[in-house]
């Protein structure tokens, strides 16, 4: 049987899965600055109020609290929110209903009640925004009990995990890359495609090093992996595309045949992502590894303005080749 | 004696419920306080003082309405019907505790009765609230919430986003601002420098009260209103309930900081005994009821206490049990 | 024509150099809008519109006294007496911008002019004028500080927080709220129900005006009295400049959300055309230096764009440097 | 030369340094919620409003984004304030001025400021604080380029960092455990006494297994080791002390002596320092490892109230010991 697929950008993924979830459950709705008439910063909720009406689509007023507030709350009490906060960055002035309501409300209460909100967040580099506007904050999540923390890399898997996570019933936090965005993908039609949390994807095969990637890094890691095929360097491309949960079992294993690990992510390195991969790896899979760990990420710095000096920061293929080399 | 205005909407049992409702709250923390040194925790806030606010504020909604509450919360929990046993095991720490021990004093909660929980962070419950208005709203349950906060919560940001918020949707929310003088050991004058919290309505287009909150009546009567027009889409109302605590911040506090004079001055206006004298003064009870009403209300908490030390130390192996609800999937690909 | 009252503080030099500001704010921004796609980033706020608020507010304070601006902060950058070319050469990411190519548009800033800089947070200004007009306060320094923001920031929490905490240590801080009608495409009066924001310096105790944020000299008295009250000591004010901004929320918006209409209606009042025909009533200057300074005005852009496409881009050898002042000791024990 | 020393808790520490910086330095001042008559939560601050008045201590409404845009917004023009966050769960009301403001100014404002202020933050657990009044957040700050995280376990080093962060010309965020607060230590009273960031300091020396522990975890892993050595078992307990400056010599200098590393933190393990740890010497100093490294975290679950759930998840001594014989 042949999926019936249509190609789209990222962020169209996502708008086609949130208006299939909306048509689907009318617990759905969406809040957000600028996500109506507008249709969000990105564009990704053009054309939901029209069709869904403005108390299914509500502009808020720039007040992020408030709205994760009417997300979370509402959730409490078994609506189905969906809220944007309009650049990661700006996670920093509402972190408190994310952080100590909405992740903790299940366990503090005793488990009376869970939380079924999902958070959408666009996140990275890539449109000159500076130090306030490309931000990745992904790891500080992950170190959120109670949260789930998704991060797609591609249309097809933001759409079936944005599926995933309206309707999962605990909060998601759910990362948008700004680069995947506009990047173009085969995305099922089918309305009940989704994805399942805590499954990694694995793009390339191959038995010499084990690149594990996320975000705009992904599509990076697969460029540099084709480019090693040329010389003979058969890379695996892992990627995540859920944080928490996070697939071990798949970097555990593709570890075990390569015996080396290049871990590749966007976040400023200390404490990012990559750590905790490397950290898992350490400790769990230490005994197949042949070499040392390498991580890439941004270096602790805050993001420039300036392009050439943002594109100096950032990991990219070349330099994704560059330390697999180093691995082999 | 001479007879008063009682409202005509409550019964006679109704007025009694109240007394009993403030009584009971009242003896509760008395108990709590007493066995600070087996609870143990420094982070207990007691309601002592200010029982007329969610008793009065309460009884002015339905039992399938909302509230949410603050880190001093066991009044709000009483008073919306929750369990003073489920409560009290709380506190302990216990299993049988309404959050099985996981919550504590700061966190009780009780769903089933649409208590939405204590809260340790000051200033989180109205953006709570915010949603729980709006499902009301979308799903046209006619249901209302009441958010309680206090002076010191008045001047989170948070609130100001709620406010703003609630007004400009016409949500059905009642912004309850517990004045009790005090956050922690900072005035309310030094906090801030208009006289009447309520006035701050104005600035989001919306109507503010400032009302004596050890009146149990007058806090009844002005929240029944406000939710009447809120639960016919007028939207929202700030009512400010000047009250004081009698006790320290928490249980262990040494409360240094509040002159005695300034104490005894607001003992004299216990919201209790104030409304003891009004209910006998109209003839709806008397000492003999007032007597039994008494030993009933300990005997409960003496009950409750027994039921509690009963309950067993929550099972350490269930301590990663209710992160969440649907499991983790972790399977490879 | 007839003469109207100008105010007699000002020289006519000084009133013919805040003509001059206002149009080098404006064809500054023409200048940029135009080089959009040289710039690139979608990010980039023009303050066409609003002019007045920023000249008349700066004129109202010391070259020594302090702002905080916003994301759209240009205006302020120039009003308060920045270099063209290094704000310039700042926009179009290059090393000799004020920021060494950092910061970029919404970053700009001149610490040499107490302009500490614009701001991609809304509402993150008001916050950091706090620190600012205490540390003057501290020291004895007589300063004040402006604190610029827009309507869509008066709903975040952190001004509300910001405004109480002004109140009452009476700070030398003047809130300079730029009501442009829009929170990027949201209209204010859908953000609040309220029609004048200054009516929420009440809640604060705080004195509030509503002016008309077109007309530059309004802006400078109003802002002029409030400094005044202000360095004596008196505390903060809330000054609600009414305006329109006559592009799109950025140089890239195509501003499909607003009516043109309702931006022709506010293209008929243009702060610089309004205040050029009443210099000219006045007799302070006439058509012969109007030509002069707008030939002058495009000759400085003029010159800032080439001295700016002369600059070159950051060396990425220097990305890594200034991000701490003292450097990171990294020695072992 | 002896050091003149006294014996006093970890807050007394704190409060001394604090003490002796504002008479060095008219510019240093203090901010926070309840910390002038009352003293603050914890005591800290107390007797020090009624030594240096209350325009240098000074009360705050309960606004924290207020209190750190005092704090960070005079330290760009030039003062040295020290800010109290009650309790490091708080800090996700704040957030912003801390990682959007105090950690970017200096980078994205071209190098033209500093910004020189001390955020102090109590964390940790035993207090029966619950998921809200409990939690370890140091972590996420390390994530953010342009601050220092300093985190002592201890009253000698809170009096020394406490000094330096004060001196620092840079955002400094100064976590308070709240165990080491009630410890008492031997204390310098010499008034020129710092401890320089960036140095670890070793408790023990040992062969055997390097164990990295910070804040209260110290104290746990110094008693594992004493009770290991009567097992011939030999640790070295190494304390970073600063974690932003980190001393990765230290770290990566015993573990090539010892060749097997335990990292113990009290923060929830993904994302955590001890995962930045493990990154760390899995990149630089795989080769040194004769055996996987061994994480001790709190799980990945908010914090329960009920003293005995909250002992069943805190890493101590005992599991400590077993950890480190499972290396051996
Ligand atoms: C965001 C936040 N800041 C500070 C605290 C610490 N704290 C707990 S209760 C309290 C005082 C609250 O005062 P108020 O809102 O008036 O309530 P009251 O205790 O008087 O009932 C403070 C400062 C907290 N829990 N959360
Ligand atoms: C905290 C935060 N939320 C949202 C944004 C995105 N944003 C940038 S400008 C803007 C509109 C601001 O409106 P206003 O304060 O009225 O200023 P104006 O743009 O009209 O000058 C928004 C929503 C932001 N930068 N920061
Ligand atoms: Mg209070
Ligand atoms: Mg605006």
Same mark, same amino acid.
């Given at each position: ?103 903790? @409300? ?73 680069? @995947? ?96 991969? @490397? ?50 | ?333």
């Amino acid at each position: 049987m042949t999926e019936e697929t249509k190609t789209m950008r990222g962020l169209e993924a996502i708008r086609l899965a949130i208006e299939e979830e909306m048509e689907r459950d009318d617990s759905v709705f969406l809040i957000g600055e600028d996500i109506g008439r507008f249709g969000g910063a990105f564009f990704v909720t053009e054309g939901l109020l029209d069709k869904f009406g403005s108390e299914r689509v509500r502009d808020t007023p720039i007040s992020e609290n408030a709205i994760l507030g009417c997300a979370v709350g509402a959730a409490m009490v078994g609506m189905r929110p969906i809220a944007e906060i309009m650049f990661a960055d700006f996670l920093t002035v509402c972190m408190e209903m994310i952080v100590n309501q909405a992740a903790k @409300a299940r366990y503090m209460y005793g488990g009376q009640i869970s939380v079924p909100v999902t958070i959408r967040v666009p996140f990275g580099t890539g449109i000159m925004g500076a130090a306030q506007h490309s931000q990745s904050f992904e790891s500080w999540f992950m170190h959120v009990p109670g949260l789930k923390v998704v991060l797609p890399s591609n249309a097809r898997d933001f759409k079936g995990l944005m599926k995933t996570a309206v309707r999962d019933n605990d909060p998601v936090i759910f990362f948008e890359n700004k680069r @995947a965005y506009y990047q173009t993908g085969e995305v099922p039609l089918d309305k009940n495609f989704t994805i399942p949390f805590g499954q990694a994807r694995k793009f390339t095969e191959g038995d010499d090093v084990t690149i594990v990637a996320t975000g705009a890094m992904v599509l990076e890691s697969i460029n540099a992996a084709r480019k090693l095929e040329a010389e003979n360097i058969h890379c695996e491309v892992i990627d995540p595309r859920t944080l928490v949960p996070l697939d071990k079992d798949s970097i555990l294993n593709s570890v075990e045949k390569t015996g080396r690990l290049l871990i590749v992510d966007e976040g400023c390195k200390t404490c990012s992502v990559s750590a905790e991969i @490397a950290a898992i790896v350490a400790e769990e899979g230490f005994h197949f590894l042949k070499k040392r760990i390498i991580r890439l990420n941004t270096p602790n710095v805050p993001i420039p303005y300036s392009p050439n000096l943002e594109k100096a920061i950032i990991p990219n293929a070349k330099l994704i080749q560059e330390n697999v080399k180093k691995l082999t | 004696m001479k007879k008063d205005e009682l409202p005509k909407d409550l019964s006679s049992d109704e007025l009694i419920n109240l007394y009993k409702k403030m009584l009971l709250i009242r003896e509760f923390e008395q108990r709590i306080t007493k066995d600070t040194g087996k609870i143990k925790s420094p982070l207990v806030h007691a309601y002592t003082g200010e029982e007329a606010i969610a008793v009065g504020a309460c009884a002015a909604i339905n039992e399938d309405d909302y509230i949410t509450s603050t880190h001093r919360g066991h009044g709000h929990f009483i008073a919306k019907g929750g369990d003073i046993n489920s409560l009290m095991a709380e506190i302990y720490g216990k299993e049988g505790g309404i959050c099985k021990g996981r919550g504590g004093s700061m966190h009780v909660a009780d769903f089933s009765k649409n208590m939405l929980g204590a809260n340790g962070i000051v200033g989180a419950g109205p953006p709570l609230a915010l949603g729980v208005a709006l499902a009301s709203k979308m799903r046209n349950e006619g249901k209302v919430v009441l958010t309680f906060f206090g002076d010191g919560a008045a001047n989170q940001g948070m609130l100001h986003e709620s406010m703003n918020l609630a007004a400009i949707w016409k949500l059905p929310i009642i912004f309850v601002l517990e004045n009790n003088k005090y956050g922690w050991s900072t005035p309310v004058d030094y906090a801030t420098v208009i006289k009447d919290l309520s006035l701050r309505a104005q600035g989001y287009g919306m109507k503010g009260f400032t009302i004596d909150g050890n009146d149990v009546i007058e806090v009844y009567k002005t929240i029944k209103e406000a939710v009447d027009i809120a639960r016919k889409g007028g939207g929202p109302t700030l009512i400010e309930c000047k009250t004081y605590r009698w006790q320290g911040q928490t249980t262990m506090d040494a409360d240094k900081y509040r002159l005695t004079e300034e104490k005894e001055e607001w003992k004299r206006k216990c919201p209790i005994e104030k409304f003891k004298i009004r209910l006998i003064k109209n003839e709806v009870f008397d000492r003999a009821i007032i007597q039994k009403i008494g030993e009933d209300t300990l005997e409960q908490i003496d009950q409750s206490v027994k039921i509690t030390k009963k309950s067993p130390k929550p099972d350490i192996n269930t301590v990663l049990d209710d992160i969440y609800k649907n499991p983790m999937n972790l399977g490879g690909n």
